[in-house]
C-alpha cells in the first residue's frame, strides 16, 4: 500500500478513509427504487459539485443506488474540501426536492455514504468499468452511453 499524504480515518456507522491526491469510489444506497424525475434530480445536485469541489470520472445513480468516481478538489481557502460536505449535501438538496413532490416524511436516500480510496490504476478501471456497466445490467438501457443518469467525462 503506498503511502498517502494527510492520511486519516474517521468513523461514523461505517470507517471513513481521507488523503489528500487520491480518488475516491462512493456508493450510497436508495431505501426505495427512485423513479425517473427523482434520479434526475439526484445527478443534478450531485452534479453542481463538479468542477467545484468535486472532479467526477464517472456518476451513475441507479433506481436502487447511487455510485460515483472522483477527485476532491482544492478550495480557495487553500485545504480540500471534504467529499462528505459535498456528497451529504447535495443528497440532502435532492431530498428536499423529491419530499416536496412525493410528500414522503423522509428522503429516499440513507444517510451514510460508502467511500474508499482507489488503491492503483487497475482498481480504478475495474471499478470505473462495473460502474459504466451498471445500468445495462440493472436493464435501464441496452448501451451505457443512451442512460441519461449516467455522466461519464472519460475512459480510464
Known amino acids: 500500500m503506498a503511502a498517502w499524504k494527510n492520511f486519516s480515518i474517521w468513523r461514523g456507522r ?3 478513509w481521507r488523503a489528500e491526491n487520491v480518488t475516491y469510489y462512493v456508493t450510497f444506497r436508495h431505501k426505495r427504487s427512485l423513479e425517473d424525475s427523482e434520479r434526475t434530480a439526484l445527478v443534478s445536485r450531485l452534479l453542481k459539485c463538479d468542477g467545484r469541489k468535486l472532479d467526477y470520472a464517472i456518476l451513475c445513480v441507479l433506481p436502487e443506488k447511487t455510485e460515483m468516481v472522483f477527485t476532491v478538489m482544492d478550495a480557495a481557502s487553500g485545504g480540500k474540501y471534504e467529499l462528505s460536505d459535498a456528497v451529504e449535501k447535495a443528497k440532502a438538496k435532492a431530498g428536499k426536492d423529491i419530499i416536496k413532490k412525493s410528500k414522503e416524511r423522509w428522503p429516499p436516500f440513507y444517510f451514510e455514504s460508502y467511500d474508499r480510496i482507489i488503491r492503483d490504476d487497475e482498481e480504478y478501471e475495474q471499478t470505473w468499468t462495473l460502474i459504466l456497466d451498471g445500468a445495462a445490467e440493472a436493464g435501464m438501457c441496452d448501451d451505457p452511453s ?10 480510464p
Open 14 to 16: 461505517l470507517p471513513h
Open 146 to 155: 443512451e442512460y441519461e443518469h449516467l455522466h461519464v467525462k472519460g475512459a
